[in-house]
């Protein structure tokens, strides 16, 4: 079955680093990403999405995000967080047809730390 | 613009209890969708529609009806609600087409007991 999988449950990054988070999909034809963003008590927000062009995809908030093909994977980078982003990041593929085949990972849980 | 509007916020149930958590939106939306979210499992489909009269189950649709009579609204039945149905429950509306991001709700966290 097709999967998304974000490896990392947990991250705690100070404030003013940089962060990284992981997203990996299961191998087949491009699907279409996206990365959502989780504030507490909140529903989910869309950071950013690729379908196709150029890899390198640019997000609100500062964020952006890099396809890579071989490594199917789509990463989450910020250079430098603010204590504001501190909140749960969700990686969602969808692999075609409808709506209803997108697939969420199971979150990364990020803190800052002053 | 109100986007897509979740009611009740809070719900307690009793066990076999059933109850109607109800989601609108307002943006023309012609693909709504039901999630549930539980620690650790990520998002969770349980039904969508892409259209009025058009409803279909995804992942874990035991235990929960939808309908769809008009576009702007597509509520969630439980009919007897069980303790695994202890969740928080998110609507989320988009355009039909796969490239189109969500729009969600603020949720439902519902504890039955």
């Known amino acids: 079955a097709q999967s998304v999988t974000q490896p990392d449950i947990h991250i705690t990054v100070s404030e003013g680093a940089s962060l990284e988070l992981r997203c990996n999909y299961s191998y087949g034809a491009t699907p279409y990403l996206f990365w959502y963003v989780q504030s507490p008590g909140q529903g989910l927000q869309l950071l950013l999405k690729?379908?196709?062009?150029?890899?390198l995809v640019q997000g609100i908030k500062g964020f952006e995000a890099e396809f890579k093909r071989s490594q199917s994977s789509f990463n989450l980078r910020k250079p430098s967080v603010h204590w504001s982003d501190a909140a749960e990041y969700f990686c969602?593929?969808?692999?075609?047809?409808?709506?209803?085949?997108?697939?969420f990972g199971k979150g990364t849980k990020l803190s800052v730390k002053p | 613009n109100a986007g897509v509007t979740q009611t009740p916020k809070f719900q307690v149930l009793k066990t076999g209890q059933s109850m109607t958590l109800q989601c609108a939106q307002d943006?023309?939306?012609?693909?709504m969708s039901w999630y549930r979210q539980d620690p650790g499992m990520g998002l969770r489909l349980i039904h969508y529609?892409?259209?009025?009269?058009?409803?279909d189950q995804g992942e874990v649709p035991n235990g929960y009806n939808v309908s769809r009579s008009t576009t702007e609204d597509f509520p969630l039945r439980l009919l007897s609600a069980a303790p695994s149905q202890t969740s928080v429950y998110f609507c989320a509306s988009s355009y039909v087409l796969r490239n189109s991001p969500l729009h969600f709700g603020n949720g439902t966290r519902l504890t039955v007991t």
């Open positions: 690729y379908f196709s062009g150029d890899t």
């Open positions: 529609s892409v259209g009025a009269g058009i409803t």
């Open positions: 943006m023309n939306h012609e693909y």
């Open positions: 969602a593929v969808n692999y075609g047809g409808s709506q209803g085949n997108l697939i």
